[in-house]
């Protein structure tokens, strides 16, 4: 069931909601940093945040994991008061509104079912189940139990992609013709360096791989931004084949540590994208696109974003027999902030509590996770056939 819309009963005095999540694996990194830390715990330590009319969510936090110590010294360290080995308990307990998920891939579908079971509203990572299938199959059975979802699309809060929608929007485009996009870094292998990403990332056979980590991010942003995917070819390599665990022991990478894929999205927009664990940086940023249009072009990254227009566009003539001392990068401009951007993770977060208490419409459901999941599947199909993949439309009926 939904949680109810939340009315002030005397005008003069707003009402405040405190909701209570389930927390469910803030022992890994990205559960306990940009989850627990950086937006739940941001927005405990600030007293919680405004709604338009004035109301006042608060949000109490619940750990649960499989490791009591650990959860004990977590909460001690930030000062919560509960937290639990017993998810059937924390589900049970009608003082926790909302259950969050940030586990492995391959324990999140059973942990949701649980929650969806319960009548609990679920907010979770992506992607949403190790299947286009499961991924459907949980989002109707939240359908069909009135549950609301919300799922992380934290790059779309990324400052530099919302310098690059608020681009789109004002049409300084024109015409988009084509995105470029560049992910990854170097993740060490392990042996003579600690790797920076966990082992299982590696292996196939855990839920591994950059495509199933990185297309269902690629889909939303490109969705959310230039249009839906209409289809996809990618190629997947694993360069580096062995790889050293937490313990220094060597095992077998059986999941692809690169994935190099062509979208085809609607309006006749191309895209390319490398996604990579195995390149050294040579840019701005860790990730960076790049946009061109019949009016202007974009680069941007996590947080920069330049532009060119067609009014300030150089025009380079091919000569290989001469060098070229033309400073192209001096042709760009910088893009203004304008805004003060919060933390992509807590300003999601922050948006998804605010439709909970208000009883509107969340975009970013499950539904939205499962088209995630399907860009995936679609990748890793192409991948192993060699061929470019059409993508359909998804619908829960």
């Known amino acids: 069931m939904s949680l109810p819309t939340i009315a002030s ?15 469910n694996g803030v022992s890994g990194r990205m559960g306990y940093r940009q989850h627990l830390v950086r937006s739940i715990l941001a927005i405990r330590d600030q007293g919680g945040f405004e709604l338009a009319d004035g109301t006042k969510v608060t949000v109490t936090p619940l750990l649960v994991g499989r490791n009591e110590t650990k959860l004990a010294e977590l909460a001690e360290r930030h000062g919560i008061e509960d937290y639990t ?29 649980k929650a969806i079971a319960a009548g609990k509203t679920i907010y979770t990572e992506k992607p949403t189940a190790e299947s286009l299938e499961e991924s459907l199959e949980l989002a109707r059975l939240a359908r069909d139990a009135g549950v609301k979802t919300g799922v992380v699309h934290d790059k779309l809060y990324l400052p530099g992609l919302q310098k690059l929608k608020r ?23 392990g042996d003579w360096q600690p790797s920076q990403r966990p082992s299982w990332n590696y292996r ?68 390319q994208i490398n996604s990579s664990w195995t390149v050294r940086v040579d840019r701005d940023e860790l990730v960076q696109f790049h946009v061109d249009g019949t009016l202007g072009s974009a680069v941007v990254g996590l947080f920069g974003a330049k532009i060119q227009h067609r009014n300030a566009t150089p025009k380079p003539v091919w000569n290989p ?21 919060l933390n992509g993770f807590r300003q999601q977060w922050e948006e998804f509590l605010a439709s909970c208490v208000l009883g509107t419409e969340y975009e970013y459901d499950l539904l939205a996770g499962a088209r995630g999941m399907q860009l995936a599947e ?15 439309p998804l619908s829960l009926d």
């Open 204 to 271: 196939a056979e855990d839920g591994g791989g950059i495509i199933v980590d990185m297309f269902p991010h690629w889909n939303y942003v490109l969705e959310g931004l230039f249009g839906a995917v209409e289809t996809v070819y990618a190629h997947a390599s694993t360069h580096i084949p062995t790889r050293w665990d937490e313990n220094g022991e060597p095992y077998a990478a059986t999941a692809e540590d690169a994935a190099y894929g062509i979208f085809e999205l609607e309006g006749g927009v191309v895209a």
């Open 167 to 189: 681009l789109v929007d004002s049409g300084f485009f024109g015409r988009i013709l084509s995105v470029r996009g560049e992910f990854g870094y170097w993740v060490f292998e």
């Open 9 to 23: 009963t005397e005008a003069t005095t707003p009402a405040t909601r405190e909701l209570g999540i389930i927390m």
């Open 378 to 392: 679609a990748g890793l199909r192409s991948a192993r056939e060699g061929r470019k993949i059409a993508l359909a």
């Open 85 to 113: 080995t017993d998810l059937d308990a924390a589900l049970a307990d009608p003082r926790w509104d909302i259950y969050a998920d940030f586990l492995l891939t391959k324990a999140r579908a059973a942990a949701i079912r």
């Open 321 to 341: 027999d001469l060098a070229d001392d033309h400073d192209y990068e001096a042709d760009w401009a910088p893009v203004p902030s304008n805004d003060v951007f």
